[in-house]
């Protein structure tokens, strides 16, 4: 008989729903662990696309028509995950020109595609205009000179949102509704952004559509989701109306997050659907609000739950009150939970996860760093070497954020799960492959 593994609860009566993610019982998107190692090799990524398909109806069906998605391919730009969800209808929101590729490789047509980020080069410009995205996201003044330059160059008419930056609002009351701004790297100021806005309209070479503003990252609270909506779409309107342009395009951002830790609860999807319904059925009779459209990024929340991070007990040992489980993989591939201070639940696969005590265990990689630590004294079976060891949650900002030259061990495959079967979607990489593309200077 199979059992549920530590922490995954059997459903009960008067219990919430189980949660959409990889883990079911001690399987990975319905397959064995066990088998997955022995045929990737460890420690590997892996990503349930079904689990992805299910975010996005769930989200479909909580949002109102008026919103597009655009899913924000910096939360894992996998190829497979990127063409996956693009074959679902989504659009793609990118940051670099590496990710522009990413998404025009994934089969997102460009009028699907929203560009946005600080510091993008001349040459990222270029290739976005050249793909006639559907907009281009300005960050500063400065940016929006060489976008009409770029554009005017190509002789061609680019469609633009401006970006403000957080804790602005014209004409409310100046409060960060949704937390930090990024330390107002991102984005311009009201001064700034009413200018920009009136260059924009002036200029034959820009199509202002109107405003992005990205209001913070991992929030579970749908009614300060919503309130940032609200508060952008007055914004835009005040900026549009100040540059004598009608309304069209609000882009709200991403933000919406996953529970990480056991006592986080679930960001209420359906009620925040229901506050965007209520706040457009409001645009839809204001002037000027007619025609509006909502553009909302959402990485995180579509692919966050639908990745593990696994690896294999290769050592064992105590040290003062806790057993110290090494495994074949850390931080350097995952370096979340020690950049973000973020604790990601930690599952034993297999035998000793039925049969072992609770113990303080601690879980950590093979790095020469103490930051390498995936759980520290926590009450977990105590696994034996050999063991398989799945971090979850690590399907946004997982492999992607991490930092797999340090210390040198192979680089993880990525393997994709769909319909009960897995596919290899990125090999491992072994050292002597970086090795090879070094060279020794012959001075
Ligand atoms: C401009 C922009 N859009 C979307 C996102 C995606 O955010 P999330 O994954 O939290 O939904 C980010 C994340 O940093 C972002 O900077």
Redesign the pocket.
């Known amino acids: 008989m199979t059992m549920p593994a530590p922490g995954i609860d059997a459903p009960r009566r008067g219990r919430p729903p189980a949660r959409n993610e990889i883990l079911r019982g001690d399987r990975l998107g319905g397959l064995d662990p066990a088998d997955l190692a022995a045929r990737y090799g460890t420690p590997f990524h892996v990503y349930d696309l079904d689990v992805i398909e299910r975010q996005v109806e769930t989200l479909r069906a909580a949002l109102p028509p008026i919103v597009e998605i655009a899913y ?1 391919v ?2 894992n730009p996998a190829l497979a995950v990127v063409a996956h969800l693009g074959a679902l209808g989504l659009g793609a ?1 990118v ?1 670099s020109g590496g990710e522009l590729a990413t998404a025009r490789r994934a089969g997102i047509p460009a009028e699907r595609i929203v560009v ?2 600080p510091g993008k080069r001349d040459a990222e410009l270029r290739d976005a205009v050249a793909a006639g995205v559907r907009a281009i ?1 300005v960050e500063s003044p400065g940016e929006l000179d060489r976008l009409e330059a770029i554009a005017s160059a190509a002789g061609r008419r680019v469609p633009v949102l401006l970006r403000a930056s957080v804790g602005m609002a014209d004409g409310l009351e100046r409060v960060r509704l949704v937390g930090d701004d990024g330390a107002g790297k ?1 984005g311009m100021d009201e001064p700034d952004l009413r200018a920009a806005a009136r260059t924009a309209a002036r200029s034959s070479h820009l199509e202002l559509l109107g405003i ?1 503003r ?1 209001g913070a ?3 579970l609270d749908a009614s300060r989701l919503a309130a940032h909506v609200a508060e952008t779409v007055q914004l835009a309107r005040a900026v549009a109306g100040h540059a004598g342009v009608e309304l069209r395009l609000v882009d709200a ?5 996953i529970p990480y830790e056991p006592h986080e609860e679930s960001l209420d999807v359906a009620g925040f659907g229901r506050r965007l319904a209520s706040l457009a059925d409001g645009w839809a009779a204001t002037p000027g609000l007619r025609d509006l459209r909502l553009l909302l ?6 692919v ?1 739950a639908a990745g593990a991070y696994v690896a294999r007990v290769v050592d064992r040992k105590r040290v003062g009150e806790a057993e110290v489980a090494i495994l074949d993989g850390g931080v350097h591939h995952l370096v979340r939970p020690a950049l973000v201070g973020q604790e990601h639940r930690v599952r034993i696969l297999g035998a000793s996860a039925r049969t072992a005590r609770s113990w303080p265990v601690t879980i950590a990689g093979p790095l020469c760093s103490g930051l390498d630590i995936f759980a520290a004294n926590a009450r977990l079976p105590a696994p034996a070497v050999g063991d398989l060891v799945a971090v979850l949650d690590t399907g ?2 997982g492999f992607t954020e991490s930092m797999p030259l340090f210390l040198s061990h192979p680089i993880p495959a990525e393997i994709a799960i769909r319909g009960g079967r897995s596919a290899l979607i990125r090999p491992r990489m072994e050292p002597a492959e970086w090795l090879d593309r070094q060279l020794l200077p012959a001075w």
């Not at 951002?253 to 997050?257: K, N």
């Not at 990024?297 to 579509?302: D, K, S, T």
């Open positions: 924000a910096k939360a929101d940051a946005t980020g996201t991102f992005h990205f990252s991992n929030v951002g991403g933000g919406l997050g990024e959402p990485g995180r929340w579509l966050g946004a900002y």
